[in-house]
């Protein structure tokens, strides 16, 4: 089951620019929004550096889609 | 052993608390094992989990990947726990909504001083298109989205609105061909918890 739910795309807009841009909205949801607790702002997984590497590429994939 | 910090949260602990925590007697604290890796599968897990605890309480989302030792995170609520309660207050029985506008042309007008205390706080969410002014009439609040550069907005939406808030969206983006607009959620209020803890 996915958790992103887009509620409305615009009919102008095709049908993977509308899901990407749902997926964006997950991502900045989770990494960018929400409580910080003071010196806890670092990822605190088990292989930073692939996480850092595959969250950035999602981005720059989506951001791409948006200034075209 | 720390533990993954979901979210602030009413309590008190739900019966059927599956694999998560509940830490405090005040606002609470909604902890859980950490993840092993942020695959998007456990990115996808966590906002899930997140968005079903917001089915019967007022949620404070708390930003990916934070861990904290439970005395720590007791020691935190309970300094904190007046302005947590009354930020649990601003967001009960309210969902965000993101609205991404993509804009073909330039808005030919200026837009009109602004009439209410939600569209001067539209206005300054940043460059927004003063066509979408009509939103913030069917919500609570408007913030920037997160890494917002004008274009993208969250709304505090109260839940039982929602229908209506996407109706409008909706109307928007028929009535203005160069708008494209992509409505998300409902999520979790990410964008109206910011703030240390």
């Known amino acids: 089951m996915s958790t992103e739910a887009t509620l409305y795309a615009s009919p102008r807009l095709s049908a993977a620019g509308a899901r990407q841009v749902t997926l964006l909205d997950l991502l900045d949801r989770l990494l960018a929004g929400g409580v910080?607790?003071?010196?806890?702002?670092?990822?605190?997984?088990?292989?930073?550096?692939?996480?850092?590497l595959d969250l950035a590429l999602v981005l720059s994939s989506v951001e791409k889609f948006l200034e075209r | 052993m720390s533990a993954l910090l979901y979210a602030i949260a009413d309590g008190p602990a739900p019966a059927d608390g599956a694999d998560l925590r509940f830490v405090g007697d005040g606002p609470v604290a909604v902890v859980g094992p950490p993840d092993a890796d942020a695959t998007p599968d456990a990115l996808?897990?966590?906002?899930r989990t997140v968005s079903e605890l917001m089915r019967d309480r007022a949620v404070l989302p708390v930003r990916y990947g934070t861990q904290l030792e439970e005395p720590e995170l007791e020691r935190l609520l309970q300094e904190r726990r007046e302005p947590l309660a009354a930020a649990l207050d601003r967001v009960r029985g309210a969902v965000e909504v993101a609205v991404h506008a993509r804009i073909a042309a330039a808005p030919t007008s200026e837009a009109a001083s602004p009439r209410s205390g939600t569209e001067y706080l539209m206005r300054r969410a940043g460059n927004v298109d003063p066509r979408l002014l009509p939103l913030a009439a069917v919500a609570r609040a408007v913030a920037p989205a997160p890494r917002?550069?004008?274009?993208?907005?969250?709304?505090?939406v109260d839940r039982d609105r929602l229908a209506e808030f996407v109706g409008a969206v909706r109307a928007l983006d028929h009535a203005h061909p160069d708008l494209e607009l992509v409505c998300t959620g409902p999520w979790p209020p990410y964008s109206f918890s910011e703030g240390w803890l």
């Open chain 2, 148 to 156: 917002s550069d004008g274009t993208r907005l969250a709304y505090l």
């Open chain 2, 44 to 47: 996808r897990a966590h906002m």
């Open chain 1, 36 to 52: 910080v607790v003071f010196g806890q702002i670092r990822l605190a997984v088990a292989d930073i550096d692939l996480v850092d």
